[in-house]
């Protein structure tokens, strides 16, 4: 991620730590955690994160995939809290929803799920997870909320697709890509791994011909 100051944020998963760097002269201005150092005691050494998430205020989001741990850690080096997502056995790129209060996190797994919970608690306050079917995830490696809508958009790596999920109903309301196949023609996605947003995209309103 582009920092808002011009420096990038990086999670260095098989070396145990999160760094910020500077690209004028691609030093490390920050370092979280230590090569070879692979535990959870955050900020001084992590669990092979594989997620860090910057938050409107400055603050980080990190997950570490040992035992499925999220923390918010401030750029000073502060642990805010930290917390186990619930249900989650693979954390992928953690971020926060929409108004900045909760989490929203894949589960990189098969059967994969998506979960949203609140760190004060650490109680989930919406799942999405199917065990078969057409429903089902496999790896989903990204979740976000939508905007204005609040319904959930996944990768879901290993069925080739990038999936939009009716918050209230739980339905898929949208896909790209065909589900199990791969392919680089339109239509087809081979192994997804990552999107941006458009977030003036109103998810719910039918594409109508010109």
Known sequence: HLLA???FLTADIRNCRVLIIDPKDSTIATQWGRPGQCRHDPPQRLAYPNGATPMDNGDIL???ITDAWISRITRDGKVSWSVRAPHVRYPSDAFPTVDGKQVIVADFSKPGRVVI???ATGKPTWEYFHTAGEKMLDHPSLARELPDTGDVIVVDDLRDRVIV??????EIIWQYGMT???GHAPG???YPDGLDLDVFRDWKRPTRAP
């Not at 999920?165 to 739980?170: A, Q, V």
């Open 5 to 7: 100051d011009g420096k």
């Open 62 to 64: 990190g997950s570490e």
């Open 117 to 119: 919970f609140d760190p």
């Open 165 to 170: 999920i009716d918050r209230k109903t739980k």
């Open 180 to 182: 199990g196949v791969k």
């Open 188 to 190: 087809y996605l081979n």
